[in-house]
T-cell receptor, first 112, second 118 residues
Framework: QKEVEQNSGPLSVPEGAIASLNCTYSDRGSQSFFWYRQYSGKSPELIMFIYSNGDKEDGRFTAQLNKASQYVSLLIRDSQPSDSATYLCAVNRGGGGNKLTFGTGTQLKVEL | GAVVSQHPSWVICKSGTSVKIECRSLDFQATTMFWYRQFPKQSLMLMATSNEGSKATYEQGVEKDKFLINHASLTLSTLTVTSAHPEDSSFYIC??????????????FGPGTRLTVL
């Protein structure tokens, strides 16, 4: 079982729709969770992080965390073509070093 | 805030030469920086953790004598790929950790360095 799992996609949604991206993790002791956006050929860009159960909203983005079920999701409202990218889920398992473990990413395509 | 730069953005070198990549945190101090490598259509793989003033910690399978890391100040870490070979061609990305209270430590990524070894 991979430590952080994401569906590779591509996930296609029409412009203006809600895109829902999911991520599961295996280490129940994981402490914080991050969503990064990566455009082709570029480095990851932080979208948001979450560490408490429930929802966290930032503009068009909402992160959802359910530690009991060990999943974290990212909702993108009013999807735009510029949102087309690969979305990486990353987990900080805590302990020393504060290293992040990344999923393989979900490719999102927002179609006109 | 939280800007991380990398230099160079791309480099082409001959097999057997060494290449140095710099990573700088521009508006915050980073006691910890991380070096990743990403091959096409794959996720980021952590290579090593760079700690200011001490030796780097390498992930399993990463040769410390081939990938030399120096973190001489709170804003600069360097990665030197020694005796580079074509299989070292990849996208190298650094990140800098912005320390915060509690579980909200966040890593910010540099723009990456694309290395091509001929």
């Amino acid at each position: 079982q991979k430590e952080v799992e994401q569906n590779s996609g591509p996930l296609s949604v029409p412009e203006g729709a809600i895109a829902s991206l999911n991520c599961t993790y295996s280490d129940r002791g994981s402490q914080s969770f991050f969503w990064y956006r990566q455009y082709s050929g570029k480095s990851p860009e932080l979208i948001m992080f979450i560490y408490s159960n429930g929802d966290k909203e930032d503009g068009r983005f909402t992160a959802q965390l359910n530690k009991a079920s060990q999943y974290v999701s990212l909702l993108i409202r009013d999807s735009q073509p510029s949102d087309s990218a690969t979305y990486l889920c990353a987990v900080n398992r805590g302990g020393g070093g504060n290293k992040l473990t990344f999923g393989t990413g979900t490719q999102l395509k927002v179609e006109l | 805030g939280a800007v991380v730069s990398q230099h160079p953005s791309w480099v082409i070198c001959k097999s057997g030469t060494s290449v140095k990549i710099e990573c700088r945190s521009l508006d915050f101090q980073a006691t910890t920086m991380f070096w990743y490598r990403q091959f096409p259509k794959q996720s980021l793989m952590l290579m090593a953790t760079s700690n200011e003033g001490s030796k780097a910690t390498y992930e399993q399978g990463v040769e410390k004598d081939k990938f030399l890391i120096n973190h001489a100040s709170l804003t600069l870490s360097t990665l030197t790929v020694t005796s580079a070979h074509p299989e070292d061609s990849s996208f190298y990305i650094c990140s800098a950790r912005e320390e915060r209270e509690g579980p909200t430590d966040t890593q910010y990524f540099g723009p990456g360095t694309r290395l091509t070894v001929l």
